[in-house]
């Protein structure tokens, strides 16, 4: 069974920094894309950051691009988000999720993990 487990959310100040980890287990993402979304209060689901597993490709929002960095540890089994430069709109619930896609879309993902909360104080 695929899980997918976030962790490192917290509350910071804006213009600092948070790192978000994702552990996956139960099979293999070889061929799979890995990648962070988050849905802020009223809002929908919506795409961060995107990283392929193997090949190491990173793609990232504009309104993250040049302050978050998405990255895979292969040993490790894990996906990692470097947020930097936070800003209050940053404040949202981040997903770490995986599919075999290349799609921005939300719902072209198979596993998703709980969530954890990021909250950028002003």
């Known amino acids: 069974q695929v899980q997918l487990v976030e962790s490192g959310g917290g509350l910071v100040q804006a213009g600092g920094s948070l790192r978000l980890s994702c552990a996956a287990s139960g099979r293999t993402f070889r061929s799979y894309y890995m990648g962070w979304f988050r849905q802020a209060p009223g809002k929908e689901r919506e795409f961060v950051a995107r990283i392929s597993w193997i090949g190491g490709s990173a793609y990232y929002a504009d309104s993250v691009k040049g302050r978050f960095t998405i990255s895979r540890d292969h040993a490790k089994n894990t996906l990692t988000l470097q947020m930097n430069s936070l800003k209050p709109e940053d404040t949202a619930v981040y997903y770490c999720?995986?599919?075999?896609?290349?799609?921005?879309?939300?719902?072209?993902?198979?596993?998703w993990g709980q969530g954890t909360q990021v909250t950028v104080a002003s």
């Open positions: 999720a995986a599919g075999a896609t290349t799609s921005l879309s939300p719902g072209a993902y198979n596993y």
